[in-house]
């Protein structure tokens, strides 16, 4: 049996949960998934930071279709627990009326800050809205989301790794890591 790997961030204990093989593997699914979906189309995806850049970065970039991608920044976690409130700390500048829109987020957890993404989104009369999570937290929902493209369905547990942190470290693992 192989000895359980275990990495310090800060003052919490961590061991992995998904490989970096597993999460490329699924995100080049995800990929063929949206190219088959928007044929002929030039979605724009948005991309919500920080956590969703290593995703967001693998993703499109094994997607060969036109596109255009803009960035945003939402806040809604203090250390490991989401405050319930959420605050836009970058916004978006560009023109999405009668556009197709892709959200790229890095987690879906307890809904509330896709759920107020989405309804400023939509509030700005996009052709379509759809959502790609790495990763999501079904027991965690307080709000339906609708996610077209999901990574992997974990547990309602705090995760860092491949663009999630703690307390801003750990994003630049390769893979992600559970809270022990």
Same mark, same amino acid.
């Given at each position: 049996?192989?000895?359980?790997?275990?990495?310090?961030?800060?003052?919490?204990?961590?061991?992995?949960?998904?490989?970096?093989? *597993?999460?490329? $593997?699924?995100?080049?699914?995800? @990929? +063929? /998934?949206?190219? %088959?979906?928007?044929?002929?189309? =030039?979605?724009?995806?948005? *991309?919500?930071? $920080?956590?969703?850049?290593?995703? @967001? +970065? /693998?993703?499109? %970039?094994?997607?060969?279709?036109? =596109?255009?991608?803009?960035?945003?920044?939402?806040?809604?976690?203090?250390?490991?627990? +989401?405050?319930?409130?959420?605050?836009?700390?970058?916004?978006?500048?560009?023109?999405?009326?009668?556009?197709?829109?892709?959200?790229?987020?890095?987690?879906?957890?307890?809904?509330?800050?896709?759920?107020?993404?989405?309804?400023?989104?939509?509030?700005?009369?996009?052709?379509?809205?759809?959502?790609?999570?790495?990763?999501?937290?079904?027991?965690?929902?307080?709000?339906?989301?609708?996610?077209?493209?999901?990574?992997?369905?974990?547990?309602?547990?705090?995760?860092?790794?491949?663009?999630?942190?703690?307390?801003?470290?750990?994003?630049?693992?390769?893979?992600?890591?559970?809270?022990?």
């Amino acid at each position: 049996m192989t000895p359980q790997i275990m990495i310090n961030i800060l003052d919490k204990k961590f061991v992995p949960l998904i490989s970096r093989e *597993v999460i490329e $593997n699924r995100i080049a699914a995800i @990929a +063929s /998934e949206i190219e %088959k979906d928007y044929q002929n189309r =030039c979605p724009l995806f948005i *991309v919500v930071l $920080n956590g969703a850049f290593l995703f @967001a +970065s /693998e993703l499109v %970039k094994r997607i060969p279709l036109s =596109c255009e991608i803009t960035f945003i920044k939402l806040a809604s976690y203090n250390k490991t627990q +989401s405050t319930g409130s959420v605050r836009e700390i970058i916004g978006l500048n560009d023109d999405i009326a009668g556009r197709d829109i892709i959200i790229i987020e890095d987690i879906v957890d307890t809904g509330l800050t896709m759920a107020q993404l989405l309804s400023q989104i939509n509030d700005l009369e996009p052709a379509s809205v759809a959502i790609a999570s790495l990763l999501h937290k079904p027991d965690a929902l307080q709000t339906e989301v609708d996610i077209r493209y999901t990574g992997f369905n974990i547990e309602n547990k705090f995760v860092v790794g491949y663009g999630l942190d703690y307390d801003g470290i750990g994003r630049n693992l390769d893979a992600i890591y559970v809270l022990a």
